[in-house]
């Protein structure tokens, strides 16, 4: 039986193929609505479009390409829109995730709400000679979920991580560790249930291997006999290191220390996990493996975590955080869920990069309720109204046939709190 998406997809084809360039306009539309919003599908027909345009306004003419070079545009749009076709076959792995994370949504639900690993209220930190102050700030982590923590540097995110990590006394409120211990004063069990993970790593020498290390920090804990086997040994594999088990710290890159590091704060099995810009290091890929892992982590359902990680990395720390904390020169000026971020503002963002100067971007926007363009110098922000629509922007810039690099809704992110 041919479905909504196969019979689009065949009158696209045919349109693609007579007219290239009058068709695009459908192949965005149909990209936004069938694609998967977890790939690249319309990244991909947006650039796809800019480089068709690109090469109609170097060609002589401006209107025809060589055959050559349209057959090969052809061929990567009809790719495009095989594609969706393929990903909206993908019913098994859907329906497979769609149990998954509906499994956990409810275990995390059904979680008492008494389950936070800590609860801050208005506790805050002056640096002698008063160079900096994190104001009164108040933060409760619940098992389970991640809170991200933003803002530009120097405002305060290491200071916060700090003390909840235990490692720096606030000079006023109070700091409680609900699920490890009434007693606040009870230091020596708190810090055993708070895996840190700070930005500087300290050195460990090429006195022992990594396997060696592990059991020796599973063994000061508590841990031995088979147990401390066993947990090694699973941290090995579920960190993907049992490759390097037997490197030593200068023979590890600098992706694979960090994932040490976090070995090293898992053998105990913490109740808080608290992580200080650990994507600083790595490569893109290396980026996604370890936030997905960070996410499978503190879900758990055989020992969840509440995680708190801070990055310059926004909208990957946004996409897997239930919770994030915008920073501003020592002050908390968003803190809350992410699905709410923006709900309140009365106006859109969108932030790119593109071949036109902000003159020439303002007359093709004057059709759109716009209300400022701000060129930062390495990109533009689009400032608008709440009825700006993000496909409507898009198509009249591919229309004026504007080489596009960076196109983003960033509306509903913090990164527009860095602008404000």
């Known amino acids: 039986m041919t479905t909504e998406v196969e019979e689009r997809a065949h009158e696209l084809k045919a349109n693609l193929t007579s007219n290239l360039s009058g068709a695009f306009e459908d192949l965005v539309i149909f990209s936004e609505e069938f694609g998967n919003p977890q790939t690249n599908v319309v990244k991909d027909t947006v650039l796809l479009s800019s480089r068709i345009f690109r090469s109609l306004d170097n060609n002589n ?74 104001e009164p700030t108040s933060l409760s982590l619940r098992l389970g979920e991640i809170t991200g923590v933003v803002g530009e540097n120097g405002t305060g995110k290491t200071t916060l991580l700090r003390i909840v990590a235990g490692d720096l006394r606030a000079d006023s409120g109070v700091v409680n560790y609900p699920l490890v211990s009434k007693n606040k004063k009870d230091w020596i069990k708190i810090k055993q249930a708070i895996g840190y993970v700070p930005q500087r ?21 508590g841990i031995r006999g088979d147990d401390n086997l066993h947990t090694v040994n699973y941290l090995l594999n579920r960190l993907e290191l049992n490759d390097y088990k037997d490197y030593r710290w200068g023979e590890l890159s600098g992706g694979f220390k960090l994932r040490f590091e976090l070995a090293r704060q898992l053998v105990w099995s913490p109740k808080l996990l608290i992580l200080d810009e650990p ?28 995680v708190l990680i801070s990055s310059q990395n926004i909208y990957d720390i946004e996409s897997i955080s239930d919770n994030i904390i915008f920073m501003r020169t020592g002050r908390v000026k968003y803190s809350g869920p992410v699905s709410q971020i923006g709900s309140d503002w009365n106006n859109k963002c969108f932030m790119m990069e593109a071949d036109c100067s902000i003159l020439e971007l303002k007359e093709l926007l004057a059709i759109h309720p716009v209300s ?7 990109y533009m922000l689009v400032f608008g109204y709440r009825d700006m629509d993000f496909n409507k922007v898009l198509i009249t810039l ?23």
């Open 279 to 306: 994507l600083a290091n790595l490569d893109i890929k290396a980026q996604t493996i370890f936030l997905n892992d960070i996410r499978n982590l503190a879900r758990s359902m055989n020992h969840s975590m509440a």
């Open 61 to 134: 003419n401006g209107t025809e390409l060589d055959k050559s070079i349209k057959q090969q545009f052809i061929d990567e749009a009809l790719e495009i829109v095989d594609n969706i076709i393929r990903q909206s076959k993908e019913k098994d792995y859907k329906e497979c995730k769609d149990v998954e994370n509906d499994i956990q949504e409810r275990f995390i639900r059904r979680m008492p709400s008494s389950s936070y690993a800590f609860v801050g209220e208005g506790f805050s930190k002056i640096y002698t000679g008063g160079k900096f102050k994190l």
């Open 372 to 378: 400022e363009i701000r060129n930062t110098g390495s």
């Open 201 to 221: 790593i300290n050195d460990w020498g090429d006195l022992n291997t990594v396997k060696k290390i592990l059991h020796f920090t599973a063994s000061i804990k």
């Open 398 to 420: 591919l229309e004026a046939r504007v080489t596009i690099r960076l196109f983003r809704d960033i509306s509903n992110s913090t990164r527009v709190l860095f602008e404000r």
